[in-house]
């Protein structure tokens, strides 16, 4: 099943697996909120809005679901027929604009069972896949890839960066039916591998010998001291000695004082520690390795990843800072016709939104500067005010202050 979702015209659902069926859905542009539910499962849940933002290639067609306020919880969803990915290839795949510049929050998407009640969507709803960018703070930044297996939640063992700039950019991951899989952004490969050795849902094929232990004799020492190599005999490796010149005092009581001893000077003829020279060991044989045998707990699983009742979509995420846009979300069994529909969507309007981000964030810059400049003038306006109100309260009546001469005249004649 292919699951396009054209935020400004709803909906289109195309199968491509099995069935055949062709649907289109809910074409007004407000159809949105018919299609998506926003889940009660606690009321203080962040909202939605459709928009396309503050810079954008067409204000229409690039119009996405925005998170719309800080320090919030959300979740959405939206409900599809069931489908399974048994012996066949699954694609997800999505943009997200994280305009706001996130500092911590999500941009993933979830993949959820039919049995998944939507108005009581939250965090400990059982899901299948959670995909997308994770964000906090600078060096935490990476590309969640969880997969459900047998009841629990595996992450994958890879570290994958994921985008941190405000520019739109594409996510797809691939699980392909051979039990490898595939990471891209903005339609280029980051990660790839299989499913058993990127995940740990099976016990490791291979484990050490219980029974293997390294010989006693077994020599790892790459380099040693020669064992011919001797001290000269003249070597001085005494940093102090006795000075030889100096003499016992005539007043040395050894009964009251003790035995005297010469005081100790520096050595002229120090040379150092001496070490024998280091040569490469003739016995060496290398790092010895663990022998390893057959895991008899492992047992293969051909049924890794392999979801039968694929039906609801969802973003069910925490943000910081609100602002993060998602749109072209693509469900598909065909990963060329995902390659094509991202370039087709994203691609053709990446350069365009990049140069209205930069023009959008210029003139922010210049708003700002004005502003900061318009407000130190006013505060130097005011400060001057103040300053003249101080001068004028100290001002003097000049009749005042003749009268005052004129005493001071007569009070030096008297």
């Given at each position: 099943i292919l699951l396009n979702i054209n935020m400004l015209k709803g909906f289109v659902l195309l199968s491509t697996f099995p069935s055949s069926t062709f649907t289109r859905l809910l074409t007004e542009t407000d159809g949105w909120k018919k299609r998506w539910v926003e889940s009660k499962h606690q009321l203080d849940y962040g909202k939605f809005q459709l928009t396309a933002g503050k810079f954008y290639s067409d204000k229409e067609k690039d119009k996405g679901l925005q998170t719309g306020k800080d320090a919030k919880f959300y979740a959405l969803s939206t409900r599809f027929k069931p489908f399974s990915n048994e012996n066949e290839t699954l694609v997800v795949q999505f943009s997200v604009k994280h305009e706001q510049g996130i500092d911590c929050?999500?941009?993933?998407?979830?993949l959820f069972p039919a049995t998944l009640n939507q108005e009581d969507m939250h965090s400990e709803s059982e899901y299948y896949i959670m995909f997308g960018p994770d964000i906090c703070g600078f060096g935490n930044n990476k590309v969640q890839v969880i997969l459900h297996y047998q009841g629990k939640y595996y992450e994958n063992n890879k570290t994958i960066k994921c985008k941190i700039n405000k520019d739109s950019h594409l996510y797809t991951l691939i699980i392909r039916p051979n039990?490898?899989?595939?990471?891209?952004?903005?339609n280029k490969k980051v990660a790839a591998g299989g499913l058993e050795e990127d995940w740990d849902f099976l016990p490791p094929r291979k484990i050490k010998d219980p029974y293997a232990w390294k010989p006693r004799k077994w020599d790892?020492?790459?380099?040693?001291?020669?064992?011919?190599?001797?001290k000269p005999e003249d070597w001085e490796d005494f940093e102090y000695i006795p000075d030889p010149e100096a003499k016992k005092p005539a007043d040395w009581d050894e009964a009251m004082d003790g035995e005297w001893e010469r005081p100790l000077i520096p050595n002229p003829k120090y040379k150092g520690q001496w070490?024998?020279?280091i040569i490469d060991n003739p016995n060496y044989q290398g790092e010895w390795i663990h022998p390893e045998i057959d895991n008899p707990e492992y047992k293969p699983d051909p049924t890794i990843c392999r979801y039968y009742n694929i039906s609801v979509l969802g973003l069910e995420l925490w943000q910081v800072k609100s602002g993060s846009i998602f749109d072209n979300v693509l469900l598909t069994n065909d990963e060329e016709s995902a390659e094509k529909v991202g370039n087709e969507t994203w691609g053709t309007r990446k350069d365009l939104e990049k140069q209205w981000r930069e023009r959008y964030e210029e003139i922010e810059?210049?708003?700002?500067?004005?502003?900061?400049?318009?407000?130190?003038e006013k505060e130097e306006e005011e400060k001057d005010d103040i300053w003249g109100l101080e001068e004028e309260g100290n001002?003097?009546?000049?009749?005042?202050?003749?009268?005052n001469d004129r005493q001071m005249q007569e009070d030096d004649a008297d």
């Amino acid at each position: 099943i292919l699951l396009n979702i054209n935020m400004l015209k709803g909906f289109v659902l195309l199968s491509t697996f099995p069935s055949s069926t062709f649907t289109r859905l809910l074409t007004e542009t407000d159809g949105w909120k018919k299609r998506w539910v926003e889940s009660k499962h606690q009321l203080d849940y962040g909202k939605f809005q459709l928009t396309a933002g503050k810079f954008y290639s067409d204000k229409e067609k690039d119009k996405g679901l925005q998170t719309g306020k800080d320090a919030k919880f959300y979740a959405l969803s939206t409900r599809f027929k069931p489908f399974s990915n048994e012996n066949e290839t699954l694609v997800v795949q999505f943009s997200v604009k994280h305009e706001q510049g996130i500092d911590c929050g999500g941009g993933h998407v979830k993949l959820f069972p039919a049995t998944l009640n939507q108005e009581d969507m939250h965090s400990e709803s059982e899901y299948y896949i959670m995909f997308g960018p994770d964000i906090c703070g600078f060096g935490n930044n990476k590309v969640q890839v969880i997969l459900h297996y047998q009841g629990k939640y595996y992450e994958n063992n890879k570290t994958i960066k994921c985008k941190i700039n405000k520019d739109s950019h594409l996510y797809t991951l691939i699980i392909r039916p051979n039990a490898t899989y595939e990471v891209k952004i903005d339609n280029k490969k980051v990660a790839a591998g299989g499913l058993e050795e990127d995940w740990d849902f099976l016990p490791p094929r291979k484990i050490k010998d219980p029974y293997a232990w390294k010989p006693r004799k077994w020599d790892e020492r790459l380099q040693i001291e020669d064992p011919e190599d001797k001290k000269p005999e003249d070597w001085e490796d005494f940093e102090y000695i006795p000075d030889p010149e100096a003499k016992k005092p005539a007043d040395w009581d050894e009964a009251m004082d003790g035995e005297w001893e010469r005081p100790l000077i520096p050595n002229p003829k120090y040379k150092g520690q001496w070490k024998p020279r280091i040569i490469d060991n003739p016995n060496y044989q290398g790092e010895w390795i663990h022998p390893e045998i057959d895991n008899p707990e492992y047992k293969p699983d051909p049924t890794i990843c392999r979801y039968y009742n694929i039906s609801v979509l969802g973003l069910e995420l925490w943000q910081v800072k609100s602002g993060s846009i998602f749109d072209n979300v693509l469900l598909t069994n065909d990963e060329e016709s995902a390659e094509k529909v991202g370039n087709e969507t994203w691609g053709t309007r990446k350069d365009l939104e990049k140069q209205w981000r930069e023009r959008y964030e210029e003139i922010e810059k210049r708003k700002q500067e004005e502003e900061a400049k318009k407000k130190k003038e006013k505060e130097e306006e005011e400060k001057d005010d103040i300053w003249g109100l101080e001068e004028e309260g100290n001002e003097e009546d000049p009749a005042e202050e003749s009268g005052n001469d004129r005493q001071m005249q007569e009070d030096d004649a008297d």
